[in-house]
Structures are given as C-alpha cells and as structure tokens.
C-alpha cells in the first residue's frame, strides 16, 4: 500500500464548478500538508499549506485536513478554465523536506 | 525576480553518454533538491543538499550524481549506468532543512530528458 493514495483522474467540470480533489494516507505521522498545482511541462506550484487538522482558505481555494480520517482535501470554488492543471498533494512528517512525500496527481480539466 | 533556473527545457542523451542538467537558484536557500517525474507515479527524490559540498541519496540515485559547490548551484549528471533515463527532472529549494512550520518548498520549471 502506498503511503499516500491519489486517484489520477482525469476530472472533467464545466466552468463554475466547485471542484474538490482528495488524498488518503496511511502513515499517522504526517503533519504538514500541501497542494501543489502543475501545469503540463512545468514545475509545481505551492497553492496551500496547512499544518494538522483543519480547514484554512485562500481565495477561491479552500484546504482541508482530517488527521482523524487520514483525508485530505482541496476544493475550488467557482472553476475557471485556466485551474486545468494537476494537482498534487504532499506530506511531510518533519525533519526537513528530503522527507516529503508526494501523490502522483489529479489531473483536473475544467470545459469552458 | 527570486526563482529556481533550470535549463535546458529539453535534453537528449544518446546510448553511453553522461547528461548534465542545470540548477540555479537565487533565492538564498540553504537546502536543493533533485525530483523525477515518471506518468502514473509521484515525484521520487534522486539527491539532496543542506549545505555547500555536502549532499544526500535520496530514494532512486542509482546512475545519478550530484555536486554542490556554490549555495545556488546544483548541477545533476545523469550517468550511462542510468539504464532508463527518459523522465522529467524538477529541481526544488527550500530555505532551511527542518523548519517546515514556516517554510516551503518551491519547484524550477523542470527539465524533460529522453533518449535518443
């Protein structure tokens, strides 16, 4: 089993959807949480960063964690075509970034 | 403007021959970091530093080899004995190495390797 499960999709939503992408994980230990977004060909960028439970906003973007659940999530609120990107979700249970452990990715299309 | 410089976009490597990808990163951080990308799979770390002329083994760094001779530089050869190069390589920086409260990890723009 894999220590963090993402489903790779792809998800398809018209424009105006509320969008929400989720990360299951195994290991208890994680403590810091994040949701990159990738568009094709380039690097990841840094969209949310909650550390343990709960939810934090920015925008049109909301993270949540559920320690209890071992869930993650990230919901987009009123999507917009240029969101089609991959999302990928990271932990990191501390003691530096080496330690950091990534999903493979949702690949999110959002149709005009 | 601050960031990660990774180059070239693109890269070729013929049967035998060593490969050397760029890293520049002019944002002061202490700590790089190199990842492979693979379809279906989440980004596995090849190598990483926490200060000048020193540097780790990550999880896959068979046929890999790394130097850190200058904080923002981090230069990554893909040797021959590497039998399935053919990736997409992102090189990531972070301020300290065991500070994740309050610092984050921040990505170049990748590089794709394939075989000729």
């Known amino acids: 089993q894999k220590e963090v499960e993402q489903d790779p999709g792809p998800l398809s939503v018209p424009e105006g959807a509320i969008v929400s992408l989720n990360c299951t994980y195994s290991?208890?230990?994680?403590?810091?949480f994040m949701w990159y977004r990738q568009y094709s060909r380039k690097g990841p960028e840094l969209l949310m960063y909650?550390?343990?439970?709960g939810n934090k906003e920015d925008g049109r973007f909301t993270a949540q964690v559920d320690k209890s659940s071992k869930y993650i999530s990230l919901f987009i609120r009123d999507s917009q075509p240029s969101d089609s990107a991959t999302y990928l979700c990271?932990?990191?249970?501390?003691?530096?970034?080496?330690?950091?452990?990534f999903g493979i990715g949702t690949k999110l299309q959002v149709i005009p | 403007d601050g960031g990660i410089t990774q180059s070239p976009k693109y890269l070729f490597r013929k049967e035998g021959q060593n490969v050397t990808l760029s890293c520049e990163q002019n944002?002061?951080?202490?700590?790089m970091y190199w990842y492979r990308q693979d379809p279906g799979q989440g980004l596995r770390l090849i190598y990483y530093?926490?200060?000048?002329?020193?540097?780790q083994k990550g999880d896959i760094a068979e046929g890999y080899s790394v130097s850190r001779e200058k904080k923002e530089s981090f230069p990554l050869t893909v040797t021959s004995a590497q039998k399935n190069p053919t990736a997409f390589y992102l090189c990531?920086?972070?301020?300290?190495?065991?500070?994740?409260?309050?610092?984050?990890?921040?990505f170049g723009s990748g590089t794709q390797l394939s075989v000729l």
């Open positions: 990531a920086s972070s301020p300290h190495t065991d500070r994740p409260d309050n610092e984050k990890l921040f």
């Open positions: 290991n208890s230990a994680f403590q810091y």
């Open positions: 990271a932990m990191l249970r501390g003691g530096g970034y080496q330690k950091v452990t």
């Open positions: 530093s926490q200060i000048v002329n020193d540097f």
């Open positions: 944002l002061n951080h202490d700590a």
């Open positions: 909650t550390y343990s439970s």
